[in-house]
């Protein structure tokens, strides 16, 4: 019997961001809808084509979407809250996930443990699902016209209303499960009618602790659609972890295939060999990794199919979870290290990858030798990856180096820093304005050399300075003029680290991000942001804040390392960033931010997992900020709320400062700090910077009125929610006038 080859999804955004383009287009007016949708449809045929032509016998549809699979989904069960509805289908989606004029958007959040972004779908008892199959019908049909047969990709059911939000306080989203899989019941006869063969339903939130409630309503959901009669087949897909109880439940029910994560959970796939309800059902084996850019381990990934042959009714070859987590092509960055570049598969490689491993599975190991080097990944031994001198002075980190004096004792030692009660700062970025972009692309294309741009960010520098001084603030920041983003401008310039020019990946909506892959050890040749902040610091009498990105956020927004375990890698940028605060205190920097606002968002998705990676996180800033003496007063940022589950950690970091996201919360973060115990000082934003408006001083007196009922005024920082990068001045000057005054007030 033959092996399928197939992937679970793939990118969407375009190759060169064409999707991007043409919907921030037709967001600006420059463009109409029958526009978007020549784009789209386009974007979505070349991707069947490609997928085709590279010999997957059976390709994902329903993977196109113009923002989100969430949102997608809030549209095609019809229940899209009433004051997103506009003059057209394609405006209320984006009313839902842009907001308009005075209606805020959907709620933003990580979807799992990825830096993908979903919109949360809003629940209420009263919600009724009104089927609007249009989308992934016509998805089917484009896609036959073509000649190609696609597997319609839906989320779950269990996903989705785990994933969504109540909006009727102390409703369970999942009471709607009956009449939401009445729903999935009617989309699925019509896209049975339609043709649909398969239909895979992606249920990665069986990889997270389920309830027993949860897992009972698990098997309700499938029991049902699977015994529904006009159907298609249904293959439910969990990834990102191990399904855990949630495997015995699913493979009790009649569903026709599993597609498990044998990336993530190698160990699965000696439980799913032995288990006699596959041997009727076909199993989808993920052995190819679809959140990293390594070329997949061949032979290795060839046993893991093998143990499986013979023992399920059905086997194909697949991605872990959906490529749309990679960039699409390794081709495009010629300027790759060759030694990085031969290690590296992004989507289009990764799609060869299956199709080779399928073959080898039906013609024999030979084919292998059709991808070339058939072991790839980071692991080799060569001068590349193995720095001998970073290993031991890893090897030499001694508990002391992770301590910084008691806290009383840094406290008294900072007193000369000489701050007010209620001190204002701002967390790091100033806009970046069209002139600072210019700048640099400028530098980029070498229209200007870096003399020239020097001038320009020390223009910049003193010019954000100057504005600081004036509008009174305590403790100033640089303005990060220079950063194109807080993680690439560190591995641009830390060894052990590549860039690329095309390797874009979406994380929310049209935003897209490159990023860096740590292939090797990480050492800092030279300082990274020392000349800057000392600059600075010479314009002015009052305290410079130095400005860096922490070891966790590092690793969590890059492409790490699948060869050693993310706590060694983490102690190894903790070292370089430790080499880094020590050059600004030498320059006489006498404060310093590490900022960590990804501390959140690599948190394991099992309980049982998370003190573990809590350890190894909170060492690993412990050990970047270690080294700074008790006159040295570090401050670290969180954001991205839902601190809940890391507050243990966040006090473990021990930083003197730590500002955090809480404008939107309305500072309910510091009941739970308090409630934890934390004893330092906090600056809880008052000034929420992810809204184009100005608070006015009574809005922002009124948050520090709260805060102040929970955090005494000599531990209580005032500064906003988070950088000032994405804003603009005609905003950022009245509101910063305004937090200065209102904490002025407060003081007094
Ligand atoms: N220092 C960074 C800035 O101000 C922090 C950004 C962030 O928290 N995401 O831009
Ligand atoms: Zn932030």
Sequence with gaps: MNTIKTVLGYPRIGPARELKKAVEKYWSGDSDAAELETTARRLRADTWRDLAGRGLDVLPGNTFSYYDQMLDHVQLFGIVPDRFRGPSRLDTYFAMARGRDDVAPLELTKWFDTNYHYLVPELTEDTVFQ?????????????????????????????????????????????????????????????????????????????????????????????????????PRLLVATYFGDPGPALPVLTSTAVDGLAVDLVSAPGLVDQLAVLPSLRRKTVVAGVVDGRNVWRTHLGDALSTCTKLLGSVGQLAVSTSCSLQHVPYDVEAEDDLDPRVRERLAFARQKVDEVVVLGRALSEGPGVLVDLGNPSGGPVEESGLIREQSVRDRAAAIRPADRQRPPYDERRTAQESIGLPALATTTIGSFPQTADIRRARADLRTARIDAATYDELMRAEIA?????????????????????????????????????????????????????????????????MTVPWTSYAQSLTERPVKGMLTGPVTILAWSFVRDDQPLAVTADQVALSLRD???????????????????????????????????????????????????????????????????????????????????????????????????RRAVGPGVYDIHAPRVPSQEELADLIGRALAAVPGDRLWINPDCGLKTRGYAEVIPALRHLVEAARTARS
Excluded at 149 to 173: A, Q, W, Y
Excluded at 196 to 224: G, H, M, S
Excluded at 464 to 488: T, W
């Design 131 to 231: 089927l609007d199959p249009a989308k992934p019908l016509e998805d089917l049909t484009a896609a036959r016209e073509l000649g190609v047969d696609t597997r319609p990709v839906l989320i779950g059911p269990l996903t989705f209303l785990l994933l969504s939000k109540s909006v009727t306080p102390g409703f369970e989203p999942l009471s709607l499960l009956d009449r939401l899989l009445d729903a999935y019941a009617d989309l699925l006869s019509q896209l049975e009618s339609a043709g649909a063969e398969w239909v895979q339903l992606d249920e990665p939130a069986l990889v997270q602790d389920r309830t027993p409630a949860e897992l009972d309503a698990l098997r309700r959901a499938y029991d049902r659609l699977a015994t529904l009669t006009d159907r």
């Design 463 to 527: 010019r954000v300075i100057g504005l600081q001084e004036e509008l009174g603030l305590d403790v100033l920041v640089h303005g990060e003029p220079e950063r194109n983003d807080m993680v690439q401008y560190f591995a641009e310039q830390l060894d052990g680290f590549a860039t690329t020019k095309h390797g874009w990946v979406q994380s929310y909506g049209s935003r897209c991000v490159r990023p860096p892959i740590l292939y090797g050890e990480v050492s800092r040749p030279a300082p």
């Design 580 to 678: 880094e605060v020590a050059d600004l205190v030498s320059a006489g920097i006498r404060i310093v931010q590490v900022d960590e606002p990804a501390l959140r968002e690599l948190l394991p998705l099992r309980a049982a997992e998370q003190k573990a990676y809590l350890d190894w996180a909170v060492g690993a800033f412990r050990l970047a900020t270690g080294g700074a003496p008790a006159g040295v007063q570090i401050h670290t940022h969180l954001c991205y709320s839902e601190f809940g589950a890391v507050i243990a950690g966040i006090d473990g970091l021990d930083a003197d400062v730590t500002t955090l996201e809480a404008a939107r919360s309305r500072m309910e973060i510091l009941g739970d700090l308090a409630a934890a115990g934390f």
